[in-house]
């Protein structure tokens, strides 16, 4: 079924309020499938392509710091379509790291990720601590010229 055939039947009967919810083993393989999952959510957002490209970017960037950091087996990925809008959170039960910390990165070494996914969506919630970290990001679709 196309992300195309899954809007119209959607659109008979509107229920946006239920997350969609990947479980995801902590492996490089499985960036791609976080990310196919953003072109479906952007159509029924109506994103623009470039609105998609983006929010697949801060994704890759999100999923990345879970497989590079967390040293964990398996984290989930959801993804809310709202109104012109997409939510998408990345959820690990890993060690965390102190937010606060970051204020004087980015630098040669790195730490350009979170950087990068600020610039790209409209909102971003960091919650970490050392029971996990949830990121949050709201990426809102550009009104068509
Ligand atoms: N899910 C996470 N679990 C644990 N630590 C994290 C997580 N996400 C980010 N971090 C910490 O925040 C730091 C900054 O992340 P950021 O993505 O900005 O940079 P980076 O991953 O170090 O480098 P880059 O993304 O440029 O390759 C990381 O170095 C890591 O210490
Ligand atoms: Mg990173």
């Given at each position: 079924?196309?992300c195309?055939?899954?809007?119209?039947?959607?659109?008979?009967?509107?229920?946006?309020?239920e997350?969609?919810?990947l479980?995801l083993?902590?492996?490089?393989?499985?960036?791609?499938l976080?990310?196919?999952v953003?072109?479906?959510?952007?159509?029924?957002a109506?994103?623009?392509p470039?609105?998609?490209?983006?929010?697949?970017?801060a994704?890759?960037e999100g999923?990345?710091?879970v497989?590079?950091h967390?040293?964990v087996?398996?984290?989930?990925v959801?993804y809310?379509?709202l109104?012109?809008?997409?939510?998408?959170?990345v959820?690990?039960?890993?060690?965390?790291?102190d937010?606060g910390?970051?204020a004087a990165?980015p630098d040669e070494?790195?730490?350009?990720?979170?950087a990068?996914?600020?610039?790209?969506v409209?909102e971003?919630?960091?919650?970490?601590?050392s029971?996990?970290t949830?990121?949050?990001?709201i990426r809102?679709a550009?009104?068509p010229e």
């Open positions: 079924m196309t195309e055939t899954m809007k119209n039947i959607q659109s008979t009967e509107p229920d946006f309020t997350p969609i919810v479980e083993p902590s492996s490089s393989e499985y960036i791609l976080a990310r196919l953003v072109s479906c959510v952007g159509q029924l109506e994103f623009e470039e609105d998609v490209y983006d929010m697949k970017l994704v890759t999923v990345t710091n497989i590079r967390a040293a087996k398996s984290f989930h959801e809310r379509v109104p012109r809008a997409v939510q998408v959170v959820v690990d039960k890993g060690g965390g790291f937010v910390e970051l990165r070494q790195g730490g350009f990720g979170l990068v996914i600020r610039s790209l409209d971003v919630t960091v919650d970490s601590s029971s996990g949830r990121l949050k990001m809102r550009t009104v």
